[in-house]
């Protein structure tokens, strides 16, 4: 394939892709680096960490609105998410006062909005709205906490605010007799208003590029009145209707009783046939939606906080970065087992045995980078034990693969690595186990506490995208082991980590479904790190973050991911000059030639 040009979105030309192009080895160092050469071609980014520039224009336009001067906006995509960014920022920083920081719940003005479609979608946007200073801070929350408003819900909104449809709740006062004067808005959010501009969207659901959607780019007033926007983009294309039987249609196959498409016009029946995930009286009701998969993780342990009681958590084995700053930053604490070994657990145990208590694991089945699985099946004795919960992340291995559920009281995965495959939405979910010991519990919490933040186009996206996702997983189980087998095979290459060949196999294959693989996802070193360089650099692949892709994603992930912290990932085995791939849906001949090639430029680095 052509090398996607540096800055450019993955896929290329998809205006909410999450993933980005870094060709070269020093285009990743520069970019951590924060180097002017690579910000300034950067088109897009992972969403969590950079933020989308359809939500800066949006927040740009609501702190000049709503706030002082010299003051930013953080939105999210509820009054209670930013009330909740605004209380991280007090609490990690004691300087701030509840005056600094102000919060704008903005909300659609009914009246003014005659469109059914409008009003059932219901958008609503609340920003936090600070001094320029504390956006670092402001940026941590967005960060660990996946709260953020998505880019899909940033530019239908922004429009809205824009058109004065979008209002701040405190403005929509009735008038003294306890009636307000509807008043129609623009033309295009009438109901019966047809617009006459060709689909943004192909048959199979995938966005083409337009004007309108390079991020950051509004065209006129009176140029929006003859675009496809809001009514058509979601009647004509995205049918709001549907968004309810999607929602249910995504946590069925996350259940496991459906796999393939399903007829969204149609309700679906009020009882599951089956489920594939091993465990009895699971229900659609036990699985819960998040847009990305980090909130997914920053709901279940506030979950399991409310829950139970107030303890540290354990975090075990090297984890995906920010699962450690949520347990670290949000609550009691935790303690740290990075190698995630059998000595770990025994030291655990005695901790345990010694009168310790703890609020629950938190483990990832395999890790990432180094592809090493727990043993949950000890981890689940100890958890009986000593009354500690288990949450499990999934998103490597998912459940075609392994049977997980068994072993935890929450399941979590990112539904936008291999579930969605096209990397052009976000999402996540959590599974609550029916058998678990705190199930009542958490679901008596969740009654209270969830809230359903998943924007509706981001919904649709994610279900068309995830209705082949079990022939997708079978394909790229084998590409991966070819591509593992061509690496082992090759002298220069020093290690390759892939739960078949790891030390914790046994405890991958004690989850291993009876015919699963072992995922998409392999790590590798060579001997020298001039190598990994000439290989990195020559490999024709798409080169940024994520994972789970269906075309095959190359990255150095240790230095994007830890870039400022090399030497304590060293220190538990995972290297700096480590790559990562997460291997796509190509043809086995065309990945063994793209693979060959990248190799021979390896060998060169010495002759």
Not at 183 to 201: A, E, N, V
Request: proline share 5%; with cysteine.
């Amino acid at each position: 394939m052509a090398i996607i040009e540096l800055g450019e979105s993955i896929p290329a030309l998809t205006p909410h892709a999450s993933s980005v192009s870094l060709p070269t080895w020093s285009d990743n160092v520069a970019y951590e680096e924060g180097q002017e050469r690579v910000l300034s071609k950067m088109t897009t980014g992972y969403p969590r960490f950079f933020i989308h520039k359809a939500i800066v224009a949006f927040a740009e336009d609501v702190a000049k609105k709503f706030g002082k001067p010299g003051c930013q906006a953080m939105l999210f995509p509820s009054s209670r998410t930013a009330r909740s960014c605004a209380s991280f920022m007090q609490s990690r920083d004691s300087s701030v006062t509840a005056e600094e920081v102000q919060i704008a719940d903005l909300v659609l003005d009914k009246l003014r909005a005659d469109s059914d479609m409008l009003k059932k979608v219901s958008p609503s946007i609340s920003a936090v709205i600070f001094p320029a200073a504390l956006f670092p801070l402001a940026k941590q929350y967005w960060q660990h906490s996946g709260d953020g408003v998505s880019s899909r819900r940033a530019e239908f909104c922004h429009a809205l605010l824009l058109d004065s449809l979008l209002v701040e709740q405190t403005a929509l006062q009735p008038i003294s007799n306890g009636f307000q004067k509807a008043c129609k808005g623009p033309r295009r959010y009438q109901r019966g208003s047809m617009d006459k501009t060709p689909s943004t969207l192909h048959q199979d659901g995938q966005e083409s590029p337009d004007t309108y959607h390079q991020p950051g780019i509004y065209p006129p007033q009176e140029a929006r009145e003859s675009t496809q926007f809001l009514e058509e983009r979601f009647g004509r294309n995205l049918d709001v209707s549907f968004v309810d039987n999607a929602k249910s249609a995504i946590r069925r196959r996350i259940a496991g009783s459906l796999m393939g498409e399903v007829d969204l016009s149609k309700a679906p029946s009020s009882e599951m046939s089956s489920n594939m995930r091993g465990v009895v009286e699971l229900s659609e009701d036990d699985v819960y939606l998040y847009p990305c998969g980090m909130n997914s993780i920053f709901h279940t342990h506030r979950m399991m906080l409310e829950a139970r009681e107030p303890l540290k958590s354990i975090s075990f084995g090297f984890p995906y970065v920010d699962t450690l700053k949520i347990l670290e930053k949000f609550g009691p604490g935790c303690i740290f087992y990075g190698n995630g070994s059998s000595e770990d657990l025994d030291d655990l145990e005695s901790r345990l045995e010694s009168g310790e208590r703890y609020l629950a694991l938190f483990c990832e089945f395999p890790g990432n980078p180094m592809l090493k699985c727990p043993d949950l099946q000890r981890i689940r004795k100890l958890a009986d034990k000593y009354d500690f919960g288990v949450v499990v992340d999934e998103t490597i291995s998912n459940l075609i693969n392994v049977h997980v559920l068994p072993y935890a009281d929450v399941v979590v995965s990112s539904l936008t690595k291999i579930f969605s495959g096209e990397c052009n939405v976000m999402g996540g979910s959590a599974i609550l186990n029916p058998q678990g010991r705190y199930y009542t519990a958490l679901k008596k919490v969740a009654e209270v506490e969830f809230e359903d933040n998943y924007w509706a186009e981001d919904v649709i996206f994610m279900e068309r995208n995830s209705r082949h996702f079990v022939s997708r997983i079978e394909r790229i189980n084998e590409n991966a082991e070819l591509i593992c087998n061509i690496l082992k095979g090759h002298p220069l290459v020093k290690d390759v980590f892939y739960p078949k060949y790891n030390s914790s196999r046994a405890c991958y294959d004690a989850c291993r479904t009876p015919n699963g693989g072992y995922g998409g996802l392999l790590s590798f070193t060579f001997h020298k790190a001039a190598q990994a360089v000439a290989f990195f650099d020559r490999i024709e692949t798409a080169k940024g973050p994520s994972l789970g892709t269906n075309f095959t994603l190359t990255s150095p992930y240790v230095i994007l991911a830890h870039f400022l912290e090399l030497d304590w990932a060293a220190q538990f085995g995972v290297p700096a000059d480590l790559i990562r791939i997460s291997v796509g849906l190509e043809d086995a001949e065309d990945l063994k030639s793209t693979f060959s090639a990248a190799l021979k430029a390896a060998e060169a680095v010495d002759s």
